[in-house]
């Protein structure tokens, strides 16, 4: 199992940069890809909406069309750390953020494709 803690949320200004982290512990294991994802305010009942995910090695990585360009994901393993830079936020980026651990090496773009999440962090974006 492994546990996982984001840490990073908080108020951010539109246009500002801001980065997230989210810290694994446990069996992390070798081989694994991650990802962030995000649920938007109002709607909780729907799935958790596809950030960026990246492979074990950094290689591969993709975003939503919403993020492109802006958002990075990268991942140091000495530290076992996930990170989520995030330039130029606006509006669409608030929400709470939560980092997830797949069962293989593939950048899947749904939340069904992860096996283990974690608590979350709040990114709030005012103007």
């Known amino acids: 199992q492994v546990q996982l803690v984001e840490s990073g949320g908080g108020l951010v200004q539109a246009g500002d940069s801001h980065r997230l982290s989210c810290a694994a512990s446990?069996?992390?294991?070798?081989?694994?890809?991650m990802a962030w994802f995000r649920q938007i305010p109002g709607r909780e009942g729907r799935e958790r909406e596809f950030?960026?995910?990246?492979?074990?090695?950094?290689?591969?990585?993709f975003y939503s069309e919403s993020v492109k360009g802006r958002f990075t994901v990268s991942r140091d393993h000495d530290k076992n750390t996930l990170y989520l830079q995030m330039n130029r936020l606006d509006q669409e980026g608030e929400g709470v953020y939560y980092c997830?651990?797949?069962?293989?090496?593939?950048?899947?773009?749904?939340?069904?494709?992860?096996?283990?999440w974690g608590q979350g962090t709040q990114v709030v974006v005012f103007s």
């Open positions: 997830a651990a797949a069962r293989d090496n593939v950048v899947r773009t749904t939340a069904p494709g992860y096996v283990n």
């Open positions: 446990g069996r992390t294991g070798s081989g694994i890809a």
């Open positions: 950030v960026g995910g990246i492979s074990w090695i950094g290689s591969t990585t």
